[in-house]
């Protein structure tokens, strides 16, 4: 039996936009803000013709909780465990974008042991916020499987998450001065179980979604995004990847202990919906071998170089410093009057950039693309309006 | 439904025996009521996860209670999980979404959100306190997100509720089970003013007093 697959010269001249010998009329169609596809109460208003989306506007604050303004009526630490919220799925990396800034603002201290112990938690939490994405995306195409899958294998993640840190989602768990509480005694061999594990269930993954065909052919030049573009529009993370932009701050401006690890940046070609997911799968591989190349190597110390109660004092001035999510660059910018609580705090979230390219993906498109596209983006609607 | 819940009691009750065939009829509704919820998908923020966890994913499994076919219309709903914040813009959205399921129709409030508010109860200038200032809430699951368990267990507090609730004597009419108690000497009223007075000291700024700091700020400022 032979299957068609279209090749890559295919996806890169292809013509994507609809046709239709019919005369047709422009009309509206709102998407939103219940809706089970749009990932929570995200709105879009789309202006279609037939079947060809002529336009797609996003229409934001449904979720709007002002965590920003919340942030300047507690001290540092009161703000960390506010950005658990945000983007929920990646809640370690948020909490080490803002722990990164006020450290390197107060000049605070860490050491091996806590930078370890940061990057392999952020590193686990990568897998398991694109476990999630795996399964919803196949359950946005229309297949129930993937989600079992990806879930089931995402619980693993939140048993160790729970041993060492005491919650599932929301962890709150890196802090200024270190990380709240030190490893669990079962968590290597946690680690290692899951790792041994999870690798023998990456085939699985693959023979589900990856060697599909239909899958293949049908996100395969859909949702094209070019680099240009996708600069422009400053998208981050798996999308500006995907584009062909090897832009990763675990290389570019390495934090942590990424300097002393080897991994690789996987880019895609054409930006189209398929090198999204593609550049997704190879970035749990790429953080699987992050992870077995640190948990063998913590290094001894305390994990908490500050005392709980103390006042952290941050030098008056604006201080900016980010981190690579499972969705891009967090950026926190923080304006400080030399007080013990913020003046003003500002995250630049991956998820509000990347989801304005759902613009530049669906215009021309068919409508019944346009699921797949906003599901490739993979967007947390609470982190696009905090 | 509607021919039995509106026209049965009247024709039973006058029979002999009726008032015990009204009791067995009951039972047998409710028993099929609590035994066959349809949730509708709702989730606004990080509570949607752990509800996705708690209904569809491998570890837990709604179905084994009668809940699982997840339904994307409020028309086909009759359970209302509000899983994450509700925020100003959200509400009347909430309320629109409540209104058009038909009845009975259930509300569980999932998580500290949208119970109270939760983490942003203080100091934000969006959030709702509680989605049932909007809408009436039958069952309260609390946590942050709440544990696909503790999920479960509002889940059969709900069930319990409606097996033991409601009678086609007085439709509409719910009996909650009585759950906790107040303490001595104090009443809803004292909580609710205590409340009250809290979110009016937080929302209340002086201007005179927040302009002088901005001000002294933005000289400090002028170096950067």
Redesign the interface.
């Known amino acids: 039996m032979s299957v068609h697959v279209s090749t890559l010269q295919a996806r890169i001249t292809g013509e994507s936009t609809a046709s239709s010998p019919l005369s047709t009329e422009e009309y509206f169609v709102n998407m939103g803000p219940q809706h089970p596809s749009t990932h929570g109460v995200l709105r879009l208003v789309l202006r279609l013709d037939g079947e060809t989306v002529r336009e797609v506007v996003p229409v934001l604050g449904y979720i709007h909780r002002g965590i920003e303004k919340m942030g300047e009526h507690g001290n540092y630490r009161q703000f960390v465990h506010l950005v658990d919220r945000m983007d929920y799925l990646s809640a370690l990396a948020n909490n080490w974008a803002v722990t990164m800034v006020v450290e390197k603002a107060a000049k605070m201290e860490t050491n091996d042991r806590i930078q370890a112990i940061r990057t392999l938690v952020c590193e686990l939490q990568r897998i398991q916020s694109h476990q999630l994405w795996w399964g919803v995306f196949g359950m946005d195409l229309g297949g129930f499987t993937p989600f079992f899958y990806g879930l089931r294998d995402r619980e693993q993640i939140c048993d160790i998450f729970e041993k060492t840190i005491g919650a599932r989602l929301t962890m709150n768990y890196i802090q200024p001065g270190g990380v709240m509480f030190d490893i669990h005694p079962d968590f290597v061999k946690d680690v290692k179980a899951f790792l041994t594990y999870f690798k023998s269930k990456m085939p699985e993954y693959d023979a589900l979604m990856t060697e599909n065909v239909i899958i293949q052919e049908r996100l395969r030049g859909i949702g094209k995004l070019s680099a240009e573009r996708a600069i422009a529009l400053g998208a981050t993370g798996p999308v500006l990847r995907a584009s062909g932009v090897a832009h990763d701050l675990r290389k570019s401006e390495p934090y942590g202990l990424y300097s002393q690890v080897d991994f690789d940046v996987p880019v895609g070609t054409v930006g189209d919906c398929w090198d999204r997911y593609w550049v997704r799968m190879e970035e749990m591989r790429q953080s699987v071998r992050i992870v077995e190349q640190l948990i063998d190597n913590i290094p001894e110390g305390k994990t908490f170089l500050v005392k709980p109660a103390a006042k952290i004092k941050v030098p008056a001035g604006v201080h900016y410093s980010h981190v690579e999510t499972a969705r891009g660059v967090l950026g926190v910018l923080l304006v400080s009057n030399g007080k013990d609580a913020p003046y003003r705090i500002h995250c630049r979230t991956p998820n509000f950039n990347n989801l304005w390219c759902i613009g530049e993906m669906a215009t021309g498109g068919r409508i019944g693309d346009l699921v797949a596209m906003l599901s490739s983006i993979d967007i947390v609607v609470p982190d696009i309006d905090r | 439904m509607g021919v039995i819940t509106d026209n049965l009691p009247g024709v039973l009750e006058p029979l002999p025996g009726g008032s015990v065939l009204v009791t067995a009829v009951d039972q047998l509704i409710n028993w099929s009521r609590s035994n066959s919820l349809w949730p509708l998908?709702?989730?606004?923020?990080?509570c949607?996860?752990?509800m996705?966890?708690a209904t569809?994913?491998?570890?837990h499994d709604m179905a084994r209670f009668g809940a699982e076919v997840a339904r994307?219309s409020?028309r086909q709903a009759d359970l209302l999980v509000i899983a994450?914040?509700i925020?100003k813009?959200?509400a009347p959205?909430l309320r629109t979404?409540y209104e058009q399921m038909a009845e009975p129709r259930y509300v569980m409030a999932t998580g500290s959100c949208a119970i109270c508010g939760g983490?942003?109860m203080?100091?934000?200038?969006?959030?709702i306190r509680g989605a049932d200032e909007i809408i009436p809430v039958d069952v309260y699951v609390p946590g942050?997100?709440p544990?696909p368990e503790a999920f479960f267990y509002g889940l059969l507090t709900l069930q319990k509720m409606i097996r033991e609730g409601e009678s086609i004597r007085h439709p509409g009419e719910r009996r909650r089970p009585v759950l906790a108690a107040l303490p001595e000497g104090m009443t809803l009223d004292d909580i609710r003013k205590e409340m009250q007075d809290l979110l009016s000291h937080d929302a209340n700024v002086n201007m005179t007093d927040a302009a002088a700091e901005g001000a002294h700020?933005s000289a400090?400022?002028k170096d950067?």
Do not use: D, N
């Open positions: 998908t709702f989730g606004t923020s990080c949607a996860i752990e996705m966890m569809g994913a491998a570890r994307p409020p994450g914040t925020v813009r959200m959205r979404l983490p942003f203080y100091h934000s200038y969006t959030t942050c997100p544990r700020y400090e400022l950067f």
